[in-house]
Structure formats: structure tokens, C-alpha cells
């Protein structure tokens, strides 16, 4: 068999084994502070980002606001000396702000977050998007989770800040998403698992055979 054919081989089989190369799901996690200085109230939540076949799943508790709808978001910077320095919504494509489930919408719009209870009421969180990623130009890791005051109009206000924020009002809680798992993947260019040097083994057999 000439080289040419050799060559193509190899590389279906390399294709092959990087097609099914498994890296485990990408999990990333924030932990949710009261980080306003003119709001005292008790506020604290863990909320934690998983890879799926059907999207990103949010899933979390928050505790600290009563019943009610809230404003709940991805901001661009993961910087949290007040909630206020994480900046605007991470958006970016540059559209206008809008609900989880809008075709038009900040890639951060995570919509609202219900409160069940009186005062320390509970929010039990469990969304899919199909938007926000953990890996690729919608990646949120590094960027900041923050929870608002009010609740969020989702674009359909009909003003300037409805457009932009939802009008949820102030920042009551916010944390930096970081890194949960896995702990290594996230470093290496190229992923790998076991069954890549099944395939370059047989690849080698085949080259060698052919
Ligand atoms: C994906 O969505 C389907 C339909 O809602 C559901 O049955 C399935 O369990 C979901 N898969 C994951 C990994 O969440
Ligand atoms: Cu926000």
C-alpha cells in the first residue's frame, strides 16, 4: 500500500479517536454573599454550574429574601468589593437584555429566581440554558452570579433600563463562578482519556499491517 493511503488511514482512525475522546462534565460553583454595603440583610446561597447533554443546569439554594420574584444574572467582571464592581450583564454580543427563554437576550439573563416563605425565604434553583457555557466564547467562569433586589421585567418594560437591566434594582447578593470540577481538564489544550490510546495503538497496527 502506498504512503498516501497509509496517511489517510492514520488520520480516520485519529479523527475516530478524537471524536470520542471523553472528557468529564465541567462543573463550576458561586457562592453567594451579601457584598452591599446598604443592605444588611443576611443573604447567602451556593449555586453550581454542571455540563449536560441538555445545556448548562443551574442548580442551588439561596436563602435570605421573602416571597417574590428576583432579578437573577451573570455580570461580566468577577470582581465582588461590592456587588456593584462586577459591572453590567455579561453580554457578549452586544443585544439588548431580555428573559432566559427570549431569542433576544444577554447571554448572562438567567431571568428570575423565586422566594418561597417570610422574611429568610428559600429559592430552590433548578434551570437549564442552552446559552451560558462553561467553556467558549459564552463562558461564564471568572464572571459574577448576582442576585437583585427586584424583580426582572425581562426586556418588556418599555424604557431605556428595561433594555438593559430589567430594572431589577440593587444588588443584594453576588459570587465569582469559579472552578469546581473537574480539577484537571480545564488546563490541558488537548483532552484525552484511555480509550484515545486504544485508538492510536490500532492505528499503529493498521499502519504497520497495511
Ligand atoms: C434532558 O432532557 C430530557 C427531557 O426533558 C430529560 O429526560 C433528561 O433527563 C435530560 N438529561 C439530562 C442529562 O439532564
Ligand atoms: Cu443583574
Redesign the pocket.
Known sequence: MDLLKRCSILLTILAAANANAVEPPRQAVATLLNRNPLDNRDITGTVVFTE???GT?ITGTIVGLPAGKYGFHVHEMGTIVTCDAAGGHFNPDGTNHGGIDHEVRHVGDLGNVEFEGAILGVSNINI?DTVLTLRGRNNIVGRTLVLHAEEDDLGLGGNEGSLTTGNAGARVACGVIGIAAPLDPWNSAATSSPSILVFIASAIFVYVRA
Request: proline share 0%; no cysteine; glycine share 0%.
Open positions: 449536560t447533554s441538555n443546569q437549564v
